[in-house]
């Protein structure tokens, strides 16, 4: 009796330490143990078939996702859960102007200025949150040759079909030309501000949506004054041009 019970645990062994070593094709033979652990050989065949078949399907999305992220136009890269960088594509070697063995292996604030890494870090983590989907935030990028551009970084947790989260992925979109406009509306902005002509900003219905302090200095009425009303209604435009104006409003 002895000698069938350490068969049978012996075998038992035999398959769990397959398991452990990443063979999981192995399967108790039900068939070539006692009655007694036939029930255990059971669950553990069981087991062994549900970790398969997760295994399996993390294999897919993690494949299907590092082929996308191959394919993107934008720096893209594949996460671990806990933010270790495992795969990113050809964008991402051109825009940061890196190897992908310099890319590879990095933290998910890695590549990034120091400024901010407690930003990027604190996004990953919210991307992961139930309900959350998805997270964004600006960051500073850092090219191998010691150059940097601006981007905003895009984190899409990637999920098995029971919902587990098992990768993330992170895109990076240069905001350089979205900044270089930025600065050029602040600087015309401060131009219309500070020129010492009066501008008078009117949607098509001739309603007055913005003075520069220009117009107040030289017709004497403030923003809040005039703002919000018809050209027709302001009282600093002549009775001939309202006459005029009225006119061209029927024609059309």
């Known amino acids: 009796m002895a000698e069938v019970v350490n068969r049978?645990?012996?075998?038992?062994?035999?398959?769990?330490?397959?398991?452990?070593?990443?063979?999981?094709?192995?399967?108790?033979?039900?068939?070539?143990?006692?009655?007694?652990?036939?029930?255990?050989?059971?669950?553990?065949?069981?087991?062994?078939?549900?970790?398969?078949e997760n295994i399996g399907e993390s294999k897919k999305v993690e494949e299907y996702a590092s082929n996308l992220a191959r394919s993107l136009p934008n720096p893209t890269s594949l996460m671990t859960p806990d933010g270790e960088r495992i795969d990113t594509n050809l964008a991402t070697e051109r825009y940061f102007r890196r190897s992908r063995d310099e890319i590879i292996g990095k933290r998910v604030e890695g590549l990034y200025a120091e400024e901010d890494m407690e930003t990027i870090k604190n996004a990953f983590e919210e991307s992961k949150r139930?309900?959350?989907?998805?997270?964004?935030?600006?960051?500073?990028?850092?090219?191998?040759?010691?150059?940097?551009?601006?981007?905003?970084?895009?984190?899409?947790?990637?999920?098995?079909?029971?919902?587990?989260?098992?990768?993330?992925?992170?895109?990076?979109?240069?905001?350089?030309?979205?900044?270089?406009?930025?600065?050029?509306?602040r600087k015309l902005g401060a131009m219309v501000e500070n020129v010492g002509t009066p501008i008078i900003l009117t949607d098509p219905t001739s309603r007055w949506e913005y003075v520069n302090p220009s117009f107040e200095k030289v017709f004497g009425f403030t923003r809040e004054e005039v703002l919000g009303k018809n050209t027709l209604e302001t009282p600093m435009v002549a009775e001939e041009a309202k006459k005029?104006?009225?006119?061209?409003?029927?024609?059309?």
């Not at 070539?32 to 398969?52: A, H, L, P, Q």
């Not at 005029?244 to 059309?252: D, G, R």
Request: proline residues 2%.
């Open 244 to 252: 005029i104006m009225t006119e061209k409003q029927e024609l059309v």
């Open 8 to 52: 049978d645990i012996s075998l038992l062994n035999e398959v769990l330490d397959n398991i452990l070593k990443g063979d999981m094709t192995s399967r108790i033979d039900l068939s070539s143990i006692s009655k007694e652990y036939r029930e255990i050989g059971g669950k553990i065949n069981e087991m062994i078939e549900v970790t398969s």
């Open 130 to 185: 139930e309900g959350t989907g998805f997270s964004t935030c600006k960051a500073t990028c850092l090219r191998g040759d010691g150059t940097t551009f601006p981007a905003l970084l895009n984190f899409s947790p990637l999920k098995d079909a029971e919902g587990n989260i098992i990768n993330v992925l992170v895109t990076a979109t240069d905001i350089t030309e979205l900044r270089r406009s930025e600065e050029e509306l």
